[in-house]
């Protein structure tokens, strides 16, 4: 028997591409392809690309160039090579192919044909908001699923009685993974052009979300991240009313859960009763990611986005009202095309005031096809990188400032890195973005471990932590769905 084909998967962007990888890497895995790690060696590199922002998009290019130099073939996909296609493939030609989302469900039989020496047709982008939604997650094309002995996939959700089936293959040992509950957006922010690549807003059902948290429990995965490109839009095209809010109940009784985290809300659509439930609900993390983007009202208008200062204080302080201890994050742009100084400003006095626990900051770039494109006024690229510096260095100051106000308090730490000092995060760290916590003795601790522990100190936006007790395991469903 010829050896399996060996396929390295490298994922770039944020955690919707990364439940992007999960389902590619399922169907790679259904179709006789052998997985291996990013540096090892490899017949064929897929490369899942973002193209987020300028920075993304050089990312993204220079790690296509790197996977060619090792001699494998190269194979685009994911946001960068939706949105420019034919353009990236001429621009690029040592991409030996370059697929766009509608490509997925034969991404096997197509690395087949890379792997023959040939070059698929390169995707055509088209806006895909003039299309119908794209489906929330990547779909088997056959009735059934695909079971592949010795792979951590399978078929998630209520089978139909034919159609297709959700498959999808963990790519990362560990008690942490995203889950998407929707796709698209319906949106119109003037600075963004992910709706017209990723196509307009659609939620899954709720049992189908539910059904993949099962089988992510039964591979030990103790914390979820709900994502989606708006979460707050959740249900809007389902019927019945507060879908959300009824979602994040259910998925926190989900065996062998111990953690449900949302992701990306909008606070013009974030509702009393998603921030009570997020408080409220044992379970789910108390969490709130705002995307605030900036708060000077003329700027926000110019975004085509709603809210000014005093109604992002007043919606923190409806949060804090709730969940004294709640973790609140956002992202901002500055330099945005007519920001004044009297606008950035505003914005440094909104988080002095707000007091949040992690902070992005992004220089505005045009993005192609935006409508921020055409608006007058822009600045300078060296007033941007200015003003990137000192609000960057404000919320250094301000983030570190937050942390150390939870000394002495208590919190709940997922073990991620078990060890003589473990380090994991606490319910207001998200992964990766949102800093970590070091428990002082790693007596007895496993992955995945819950254990309370007392805030003893501080590293920036790190936390330093003693524990108290190592919390029970809950049951775990170990069916595999």
Known sequence: MPAAPRVSLLTLGCARNEVDSSEIAGRLAGGGYQLVEDDAPADVVVVNTCAFVASAKKDSIDTLLAAADTG??????????????????????????????????DLAALLGDVMDGHRPASHTPVDRRTLLPISPVARQGAAGGVSVPGHTHAPVGPQPASGP??????????????????SGCDRRCTFCAIPAFRGSFVSRSAAEIIGEAHWLAGQGVREVVLVSENSTSYGKDLPGEQ?????????????????????????????????????????????????????SEPVLRRMRRFGNRTSFLALIEQIRVVAPEAGIRSNFIVGFPGETEADFEELCAFLIAARL?????????????????????????????????RLTTLVD??????????????????????????????GHQAPEVDGSTTLTDGTGLELGDLVRATVVGTDGVDLVATPIERLPRPDTDLVRR
């Open 243 to 295: 879908l959300l809010e009824q979602l994040l109940t259910d998925l926190a009784a989900v065996p062998g859960l111990t953690r449900v985290r949302l992701s990306y809300l909008q606070p013009a659509e974030t509702r009393p009763s998603l921030v009570q439930t997020i408080a409220a609900v044992d379970g789910v993390a108390d969490y709130y990611d705002m995307s605030f983007q900036h708060a």
């Open 72 to 105: 494998a073939k190269v194979v685009a996909v994911g946001c960068l090579a939706e949105r420019y296609g034919k353009e990236l493939a001429a621009e690029l030609p040592e991409a030996d192919a370059v697929l766009g989302f509608d490509a997925y469900p």
């Open 357 to 389: 626990d992690a902070v992005g900051v992004f220089g505005y770039s045009d993005e192609d096809g935006t409508a921020a494109e055409d608006l007058p006024d822009h600045l300078d690229d060296d007033v941007v990188a200015d003003r990137v510096e």
């Open 397 to 426: 100051e301000l983030v570190a400032q937050r942390a150390e106000d939870r000394v002495g308090t208590e919190v709940i730490v997922l073990v991620e890195a078990p060890g003589a000092q473990p380090v994991g995060r606490s």
């Open 165 to 182: 089936t959700l498959v999808r293959k963990l790519l990362h040992s560990g008690p942490v993974a995203p889950l998407k509950i929707a």
